[in-house]
DNA sequence: ATTGAAATTGATAAACTGTCTCAAAATTAT
DNA sequence: ATAATTTTGAGACAGTTTATCAATTTCAAT
């Protein structure tokens, strides 16, 4: 549907225009896989777009994921060894519970928590740009 | 000396004493070395033994490192693409503020956040195993 | 619609970090 | 000292991400 994602692809546009960087089918096809994700590595977003578009490479998949990012589309997080792309295009901050069982990742936010942040890092003399608040455990399934 | 870091090679022998493994040089010169530091990566750490061991392995560095985690003499953490081992042997568990200036690390601990993490782990069914927590920002030299 | 400069792509090489392999050496119990 | 077991060092290997570069595509200006 030409109507759906219309407020990111616009984001996209946006993005391109401002850094003399052109739309291609390839990124229009990314961007549209990738929006219906909520966490997705490079590798599972390659293997996922394979099927119906085999000779797209993976390191186009990275450079476009990274150029989200720049985009402001997505987030990477580096989760152990591999870095998940975070699809944070319709929603603010968050953090992320995360199942050592299942893998389930479960996001939160917490205001309390960001106001201490900030509060410690006053204490120490420091700015705060950016941070990462990452909980492991097991979640209700995983804990029998 | 033979006076220093006697506590923690202590904790070392009890270690490998409990787990079949044997006190070799390499691991209490490794040891020794490791002491000295607050964080440190296993490449660091190996050219900085090669200067008075230059036939050490890397390998034995990182398996060592690793052990040292075993026996909770340390803490591998994941800043970035880089793992870093976090001197714990005298201090019990703290988080990181990070300078993307100069990339000094402050250690802190506050309870508060620590109690708010488990009231949203309990809100959410997890039960926490371990946490990450890291603020990223300058510190008050990099802020000019 | 054509042109042409500039950006992008895909295939693959390379970089980077960390682990594995295995013969030789070191350790420890007997 | 002997022998069983563990450890070491060198380099191969593996997993993830980036760099290279010729061919292709985009897009603004004709
Ligand atoms: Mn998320
Ligand atoms: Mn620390
Ligand atoms: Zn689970
Ligand atoms: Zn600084």
Request: glycine fraction near 6%; aromatic fraction near 6%; hydrophobic fraction near 35%.
């Amino acid at each position: 549907m030409a109507t759906k994602h219309v407020k990111e692809m616009d984001a996209l546009k946006e993005h391109l225009g401002k850094h003399q960087l052109k739309l291609t089918r390839q990124r229009e096809l990314i961007l549209s896989a990738f929006l219906r994700q909520e966490h997705i590595t490079a590798e599972a977003m390659y293997h996922q777009l394979a099927k119906s578009d085999p000779h797209l490479g993976l390191a186009t998949i990275y450079r476009t994921l990274n150029l989200f990012c720049d985009a402001g589309l997505a987030q990477a997080r580096h989760f152990g060894s591999q870095t998940k792309y975070d699809n944070v295009s319709h929603k603010g901050h968050h953090d992320h519970l995360i199942c050592t069982g299942c893998e389930k990742i479960v996001e939160f936010e917490n205001e309390e928590i960001e106001r201490l942040q900030e509060e410690v890092a006053t204490r120490h003399g420091f700015t705060i740009k950016t941070h990462r608040l990452e909980l492991y455990g097991l979640c209700t399934r995983c804990r029998d």
